[in-house]
């Protein structure tokens, strides 16, 4: 069964700090893996794709990483700032789908300022 | 504005009313898709298009939803005989859809909340 799962499902830091989001997978024949941001009452933003064959993709503060063999995506956030502060999802698509991604629950972030 | 719009952003209505919710892709995208999120979980696929064709419809969860896009650009989401379990934000997304392409960056919607009493 192919599920996502994210852990810690709520996470609050102060601003400056430098955090990780966890993302696992089951089933390691992924096309490819996608990082969202979501803010209340808006529908979601796409942060990082990384292809099946890459280990990491990295925008501005962001640096994704992953590991097929192990199921595993993280999300470093540097330098965190209240503006950080939303849902972030993880998103897999599997080689056998079509264009159905499958998402984890998210992890709900707040940056205290 | 140039992005994905949907219609309305609020829905109540009566269990086992006739809903529609609309959404307006961006313009020239071939590809839309409808998820449907509940609170607290990530969005569930239900449905993708690939021009005015559904190329899966494998996650509606029954045949009381249905999803038209009769000229491969506005899509609508119908649902018969709501029940209370389909209280959910139903989001929308369109990407260029490439032909082959499994990578198209997914441009999301705002989402539509609807609240079945």
């Known amino acids: 069964k192919q599920e996502v799962t994210q852990i810690p499902a709520a996470l609050s830091v102060p601003e400056g700090e430098n955090l990780v989001l966890n993302c696992s997978f089951t089933d390691s024949a992924i096309y490819n893996l996608q990082w969202f941001r979501q803010d209340p009452g808006k529908g979601l933003t796409s942060l990082l794709l990384?292809?099946?064959?890459?280990r990491e993709q990295t925008s501005g503060r962001l640096n994704a990483s992953l590991d097929k063999s192990s199921g595993r995506s993280t999300l470093y956030i540097a330098a965190s700032q209240p503006g950080d502060s939303a849902t972030y999802l993880c998103?897999?698509?599997?080689?056998?789908?079509?264009?159905?991604?499958?998402f984890g629950a998210g992890t709900r972030l707040t940056v205290k300022p | 504005g140039a992005g994905v719009s949907q219609t309305p952003s609020n829905k109540v209505t009566e269990k086992g009313k006739y809903v529609e919710l609309r959404c307006d892709p961006i313009?020239?995208?071939?590809?839309l898709y409808w998820y449907r999120q509940s609170l607290g979980q990530g969005p569930e696929f239900l449905i993708y298009?690939?021009?005015?064709?559904?190329?899966?419809d494998s996650g509606l969860p029954n045949d009381r939803f249905f999803a038209v896009r009769p000229e491969g650009s506005v899509s609508t989401l119908k649902i018969q005989r709501t029940e209370r379990g389909d209280s959910a934000v139903y989001l929308c997304?369109?990407?260029?859809?490439?032909?082959?392409?499994?990578?198209?960056?997914?441009?999301f919607g705002p989402g539509t909340r609807l609240t079945v009493l």
């Open positions: 990384i292809q099946s064959s890459q």
């Open positions: 298009f690939q021009g005015t064709g559904a190329a899966d």
């Open positions: 313009s020239g995208h071939t590809a």
């Open positions: 998103a897999v698509l599997w080689v056998y789908n079509n264009n159905d991604m499958r």
């Open positions: 997304a369109s990407s260029l859809g490439l032909a082959g392409s499994k990578t198209d960056t997914q441009y």
